[in-house]
C-alpha cells in the first residue's frame, strides 16, 4: 500500500467515515436524532504551565476534529504519530502558565457541529499524576507524593488505594474532586492507616482535615458509594498540606442550575462584613441596613445571630446565598422582635424566610417525574420582609440540616437591602416527552442541522418585585442562523426562545448568548442569561436520575452536511391578523426530507398567551397544509405574538450515508492496490511479499469499515421533536357590539 494512499485512508478513519456503530443504537426507536456529545477527557486536568497528552470519548464525535475550551489559555492540537499522521480522539494540550484556577467548558467540532461540553479542571500548584493500574488493594497501593492529584477512575465493586507520607502535627487536606467535574462519581474518602483502619471517614462529599498523628505512611482510599465504577466514575483526588491557620476551600467544580440566580447585578465589588464569632444567641451582632455579611454554617448546628433597628412600613429584602455558592447547605432564617416585658428581653417570632421557589412546576421525584428534569429554584432565600412596628429585630440564620455537619467550607453570604427590581435568565433546550410519561433529559449541544427549529424553554427569577415583560433573544450566532424570543409577560416565569437554521446554512460554529431585555425604572435593562444542559445523557429517567448544570460556553454550530427530516414553515405574508374571538387558517409548507412512521404529525402552539390553541394535525403525503390558531376559546388582548408550531414525528434516519460511497471508493482503490502487490508476487520478486501483506490487511480493514458504515446508513426509527419556524400573529380589537 503506497504511503499517500495510507494517508488518505487515515485522514478518513479520522473525518468520521468510519465509526463502530456497536452500542450506539438500540432495538426499536431511539429518541431524538444523533448528536454529538463529549463524555470524557481523560486525564479529566492538568497543571498550569505544563503541556501534556489527552485522550477523548464520547457520542458520535468519531470524526472529532478540533478540540478546543472555553478560556483562551488552553489549547489543543493532535497528537501525531510516528508518520506525523493525527491520532483520531488523541491530543496534545497546553496550559498557559497565566490561565486562572478553575473548571472550563471543553468540546469538539464534529461533522454533526459542536460537541456538548465536559468539564475540565485547571489547577494551580499541585503536581498532576494519573492512576495506575492495580491499585484496588491495600498490598498494591499506589504511592501519591503529598501535594499533587491524581486523576483516577473506580472499578466497579472496588476501593482504589493510594499511600502518602505526612510528618507529625501536619495539617494534611484529602479532597476528592467529581460530580464538581461531571463526574457520576459519589465519592467516599476514607483516611487509614498502613494496615487498613479507618482513621477519617467522608461519605457526603466533603473534604477531610487529617491532624497527622505521627510521622508515616497513611493511606487514602475512594470508592462510590455504592460501588459503581468505569471511565464514567473519574475523579481528580488532591492530598496536599495546608499551614495550620489557613483557610481551606474546595477544588473549583461546575455550578448547579440554581446558581444562576446568583449574585444579584447590584451587588458591586465592596467587601462584605465578616460575621464576628460568637454570634449566637447568648451574643449577637449588631449590624445596621443596607448590610452585606459573609459567615460559615461551622461548628455544627452553629446559629449566627445579627442584631438591627427598623422603622415602621420600611420593607427590606433579605437575600441569603450559600447553595448557589456549591454548598451542601439549606439556609433558613427566623426574624425575631425584641420587645422589653416585664421579665426583661422578649423575642417574638415576625417570620420566618426559606427556600427559593422555583418559577415552574418540577419533578415530584428524582426517577420518573411529571414536570421539567430542571429546577430553576434553590434551597437559598430571597423574600421581602415588611417592618410593621419600629424597633429592633434580630435575624437568626442557621443551615436547616447543619445539627450533624461541622464543615468550615460551608460558607453563605447575606445581603439585606432596600428593593433593587432585576431579574436572572436561565435557559434549557426541550425535551422530549415519552410514550411512558416519562421524559428523557439529553445533554442537547445547539448542533443545527439545516432547516432546524431548535425550542428552548427560558425560566425568570424576578428580583425584589420586578414584574414586568421580559423580551428574549439569542445573540451571537453563526451565518445562516437567527433567534426569536418570545416575550415572558408580565408577572409570567416561562417563555420560550426558538433557534432557527436556514436549509442552506454554511457549515459554521460561534459562541452565543442568551440575552433578555426589559424596562426597569424607565431605563432599558439588558441582562445575559444562562444556559443549562444534563451532565450525561438519559434516554429515559426511569433508569437514571437526570443531573443538570449550567454550562459555561453557549457553541452554536450549523453541521452544514445534514439537513432537519422535516421541516414546517408558514407561506406567504410575515404576519397573520386574526380579530379576538375568531379564527384564522395560516398555510404551511411542509418540506419532507426522510420518510416516516404514518402520514400525520399532531401539533400543539408554543406560545405563552396561546398555549391553549386546540391541537390540529397536519398531513405528510401533502407540501401544503394548514395550521389554525382559534381565538373563540381563547381570550387574548390585542397585539403582536410570536408562536410555533411543535409535535414529535418518526423519522427513518439514516447515519452518515455519504460514507458508504467514499468507503466504496476506498475499497476500490485498496483492492487495485493489493491486485498490483499479487501481480508483483507472481512475478517472483519475494520482496514485495510484505507489500502483498499490507495491502491485503488494508482491503480486509477498508471491508470491515465498509461493512459497518452500510449497516449504519440503514433506515433506522429515529422519533424527534419537530418544531415549526416562528410565526407572526396579529391580534385585532373585536368589533364593539355597536358596530355589527
Not at 41 to 60: L, M, N, S
Not at 329 to 334: E, L, R, S
Not at 702 to 721: E, G, H, T, W
Request: hydrophobic share 40%.
Amino acid at each position: 500500500m503506497s504511503r499517500d494512499f495510507g494517508r488518505w485512508i487515515h485522514s478518513t478513519l479520522l473525518c468520521g467515515f468510519i465509526t463502530c456503530i456497536a452500542g450506539t443504537y438500540c432495538l426499536g426507536q431511539s429518541v431524538c436524532l444523533p448528536a454529538p456529545r463529549l463524555l470524557t477527557v481523560k486525564p479529566y486536568g492538568g497543571k498550569v504551565g505544563t503541556t501534556f497528552d489527552v485522550v477523548i470519548a464520547g457520542e458520535h464525535i468519531d470524526d472529532a476534529e478540533e478540540l478546543r475550551f472555553s478560556h483562551p489559555g488552553i489549547t489543543a492540537q493532535y497528537k501525531l504519530d510516528a508518520d506525523g499522521l493525527p491520532i483520531a480522539n488523541q491530543y496534545s494540550i497546553t496550559i498557559a502558565a497565566d490561565c486562572p484556577l478553575g473548571v472550563y467548558e471543553a468540546f469538539v467540532m464534529t461533522r454533526l457541529g459542536a460537541s456538548a461540553t465536559r468539564a475540565f479542571s485547571v489547577g494551580t500548584t499541585l503536581d498532576e499524576v494519573t492512576q495506575t493500574a492495580g491499585n484496588t488493594s491495600l498490598e498494591k497501593a499506589m504511592p501519591l507524593p503529598l501535594n499533587s492529584i491524581c486523576n483516577g477512575a473506580t472499578s466497579t465493586q472496588a476501593v482504589d488505594f493510594y499511600s502518602f507520607e505526612a510528618k507529625a502535627n501536619q495539617r494534611v487536606i484529602v479532597d476528592c474532586g467529581a460530580q464538581g467535574i461531571d463526574s457520576k462519581l459519589n465519592p467516599v474518602v476514607i483516611v487509614s492507616d498502613t494496615s487498613g483502619n479507618d482513621l477519617l471517614v467522608e461519605r457526603r462529599g466533603g473534604l477531610i482535615e487529617f491532624a497527622v498523628p505521627q510521622d508515616g505512611t497513611y493511606v487514602a482510599k475512594v470508592h462510590d458509594l455504592t460501588f459503581n465504577g468505569g471511565p464514567y466514575y473519574f475523579y481528580r483526588l488532591a492530598v496536599y498540606e495546608v499551614p495550620q491557620d489557613a483557610v481551606v476551600s474546595r477544588m473549583p467544580g461546575i455550578r448547579e442550575v440554581s446558581s444562576f440566580s446568583w449574585p444579584p447585578p447590584a451587588l458591586g465589588d465592596a467587601e462584605p462584613v465578616a460575621e464576628v464569632e460568637p454570634n449566637s444567641k447568648g451574643s449577637v451582632q449588631k449590624v445596621s441596613l443596607p448590610c452585606d455579611i459573609v459567615g460559615r454554617f461551622y461548628p455544627a448546628a452553629d446559629v449566627d445571630v445579627f442584631e438591627f433597628t427598623a422603622e415602621k412600613d420600611e420593607t427590606w429584602w433579605v437575600e441569603v446565598a450559600s447553595e448557589r455558592l456549591g454548598n451542601p447547605t439549606d439556609p433558613t432564617i427566623v426574624v425575631q422582635q425584641v420587645k422589653q416585658g416585664e421579665n426583661g428581653e422578649e423575642l417574638v417570632d415576625v417570620a420566618e424566610l426559606t427556600d427559593i421557589a422555583s418559577p415552574i412546576k418540577v419533578s415530584s421525584n428524582g426517577y420518573s417525574y411529571d414536570g421539567p428534569p430542571y429546577n430553576a429554584g434553590s434551597a437559598d432565600i430571597l423574600a421581602a420582609l415588611t417592618i410593621k412596628e419600629s424597633g429592633t429585630y434580630r435575624v437568626q440564620l442557621s443551615d436547616l440540616f447543619g445539627g450533624t455537619r461541622s464543615v468550615p467550607t460551608n460558607t453563605y453570604r447575606m445581603v439585606i437591602r432596600k428593593a433593587q427590581p432585576d431579574f436572572a435568565l436561565v435557559g434549557w433546550a426541550q425535551h422530549m416527552t415519552l410514550r411512558n410519561g416519562d421524559r428523557n433529559a439529553l445533554s442537547k449541544p445547539i448542533a443545527l442541522r439545516g432547516g432546524t427549529t431548535m425550542p428552548f424553554e427560558v425560566i425568570v427569577i424576578r428580583r425584589d418585585g420586578f414584574n414586568d415583560p421580559i423580551h428574549l433573544t439569542m445573540e451571537g450566532l453563526p451565518e445562516g442562523v437567527t433567534s426569536t424570543g418570545f416575550t415572558i409577560p408580565a408577572g409570567k416565569a416561562t417563555g420560550i426562545l426558538l433557534v432557527t437554521s436556514e436549509a442552506d446554512a454554511p457549515r459554521g460554529m460561534s459562541m452565543a448568548n442568551l440575552v433578555g431585555r426589559a424596562e426597569i425604572d424607565g431605563k432599558e435593562v439588558i441582562r445575559n442569561g444562562h444556559m443549562a444542559s444534563m451532565s450525561w445523557p438519559v434516554p429515559d429517567a426511569w433508569s437514571a436520575i437526570p443531573r443538570p448544570r449550567l454550562v459555561g460556553v453557549v457553541p452554536v454550530s450549523v453541521c452544514g452536511e445534514e439537513q432537519a427530516p422535516l421541516t414546517v414553515s408558514a407561506e406567504g405574508q410575515a404576519v397573520w391578523e386574526v380579530k379576538q374571538g375568531q379564527r384564522i387558517e395560516i398555510p404551511l409548507k411542509i418540506e419532507k426530507r426522510s420518510e416516516f412512521q404514518g402520514n400525520k404529525v399532531s401539533l400543539k402552539t408554543y406560545s405563552p398567551e396561546l398555549s391553549g390553541n386546540p391541537g390540529f394535525d397536519i398531513s405528510l403525503d401533502d407540501e401544503k397544509n394548514v395550521g389554525v390558531v382559534d381565538l373563540t376559546k381563547i381570550k387574548v388582548a390585542a397585539g403582536d405574538y410570536e408562536i410555533a408550531f411543535y409535535g414529535s414525528a418518526v423519522a427513518k434516519y439514516r447515519d452518515n450515508p455519504n460514507a458508504v460511497t467514499i468507503l466504496e471508493q476506498a475499497l476500490k482503490q485498496a483492492q487495485e492496490e493489493a491486485e498490483a502487490a499479487a501481480k508483483e508476487v507472481a512475478e517472483a520478486e519475494e520482496s514485495t511479499e510484505d507489500r502483498k501483506k499490507r495491502a491485503d490487511a488494508a482491503v480486509a480493514e477498508v471491508q470491515k469499515q465498509l461493512n459497518a458504515a452500510v449497516a449504519r446508513a440503514k433506515p433506522k426509527d429515529i422519533v424527534d421533536i419537530v418544531v415549526s419556524s416562528p410565526i407572526t400573529i396579529r391580534v385585532q380589537p373585536s368589533e364593539p357590539e355597536s358596530e355589527k
